[in-house]
Each structure stands twice: as C-alpha cells, then as structure tokens.
T-cell receptor, first 115, second 112 residues
Framework: DAKTTQPPSMDCAEGRAANLPCNHSTISGNEYVYWYRQIHSQGPQYIIHGLKNNETNEMASLIITEDRKSSTLILPHATLRDTAVYYCIVRGGLDRGSTLGRLYFGRGTQLTVWP | NAGVTQTPKFRILKIGQSMTLQCAQDMNHNYMYWYRQDPGMGLKLIYYSVGAGITDKGEVPNGYNVSRSTTEDFPLRLELAAPSQTSVYFC???????????FGPGTRLTVT
C-alpha cells in the first residue's frame, strides 16, 4: 500500500474552513484515499473516501488532485468538536492478492480548533 | 443498534497472566479487525477475520490469538502478558473489504 505524508499538527479558528493536506505520491491506480479521525481516547471514525473524483458528504469534502498524488480534506465550518487527529490512508484495491481492505494508519495530523 | 462494543474498558494485568478482550458487533458485518495503538502512534493491525471460522494475521500478531465462531463476536486472547502489550486495543468491523470500518471504544490494557 502507498505511504502517506501529513503535517503533524495544524490549527484553525472556529467557524473557519479547515484544510488538511495529504501527500500520497506512490498511490497506484486502484487505491482509494480514505480519511478517518480520532477524537481523544475514542475509536477512529470514518469521514470520507474517494478514488479520483472529488467527494462531499455531510461531514467534509475531499479534493483529490488530477494526478492523484495528493489530496485535501476540507471541514467547511470547523467547530471545537472537530479537534482530533486526522488520518489520511491509502487503501489497497480489491484485486487478487490485495490486502483485503486493510487500513494502514500513520501518525496523522492533530487538528486543534480554537474559539 | 449498538454498533461495535468492547469489554472491558480498562484492565491491569501482571506479567504472565492471560486474558480475553471481547468484541461484538450487531451490524451483521463479515469483516472484523483487531488493532493496537501505542501512545502517540497510529493503529497497527493485529488480526482480522473475513467471516465466521476464517482469521488471518495482520502486522503485529505475535503474542495474540483470535477466533471467530460467530459473525457477531471476535475475541482477542493474550496468553502470556508482557509489558510490550501495554496499549489501547480497538476492534472494528466492516460489511466487506471495500467498505468503511466502524470502530469500538477501545480497551486500555496495562501490563506490569
């Protein structure tokens, strides 16, 4: 599976957009980009995922560059409850011999939203 | 719908003791996973299961065993606890390998 690179920490003012970057320059054609977050001491929570098109759901938007080597998770109106560690994960495809959807977690980005 | 539940929440073990961490899900998911998370680090996969009766090793399986006799339950067994197994353990499940994983609240284990 492709490795990802994220900044160790970021902060954001409450009510502003939080833009979390992720580099995945070795991503292959059938690998998806997933985002999870982990609020202190809790289990990780799924946010969003995508293959090559931009995606949006009720929690966030995911922007993937055309070459797929990087992506940005956007929280449009950050709140104090969005303070968490955000993990960008590239998940293997479902081809024969794949890793059966395993998620490889790095250290993520600690996002702090301040009032 | 409780999702993924884990028991106990906390546990302290002495070196050499054994215990079973319980995990259950009520979403009828085929896939279940056990991860451990050391302080300041990401999660590492210990074992996973693709259905009842089928399990396989992840990145860090040494010192652990699992079984999957039913779709709902996926217990993790520590036979001879060691200080290196002090960690937070998370169980997760997903409908299939291509779907998002749902995580339990975790079990904080200390081995002294």
């Amino acid at each position: 599976d492709a490795k990802t690179t994220q900044p160790p920490s970021m902060d954001c003012a409450e009510g502003r957009a939080a833009n979390l970057p992720c580099n995945h320059s070795t991503i292959s054609g059938n690998e998806y980009v997933y985002w999870y977050r982990q609020i202190h001491s809790q289990g990780p929570q799924y946010i969003i995922h995508g293959l090559k098109n931009n995606e949006t759901n009720e929690m966030a938007s995911l922007i993937i560059t055309e070459d797929r080597k990087s992506s940005t998770l956007i929280l449009p109106h950050a709140t104090l409850r969005d303070t968490a560690v955000y993990y960008c994960i590239v998940r293997g495809g479902l081809d024969r011999g794949s890793t059966l959807g395993r998620l490889y977690f790095g250290r993520g980005t600690q996002l702090t939203v301040w009032p | 719908n409780a999702g993924v539940t884990q028991t106990p929440k906390f546990r302290i073990l002495k070196i050499g003791q054994s215990m079973t961490l319980q995990c259950a899900q009520d979403m009828n998911h085929n896939y279940m996973y056990w991860y451990r998370q050391d302080p300041g680090m990401g999660l590492k996969l210990i074992y996973y299961s693709v259905g009842a009766g089928i399990t396989d090793k992840g990145e860090v399986p040494n010192g652990y065993n699992v079984s999957r006799s039913t779709t709902e339950d996926f217990p993790l067994r520590l036979e001879l606890a060691a200080p290196s197994q002090t960690s937070v353990y998370f169980c997760a499940s997903s409908r299939d390998s291509g779907y998002e994983q749902y995580f339990g609240p975790g079990t904080r284990l200390t081995v002294t």
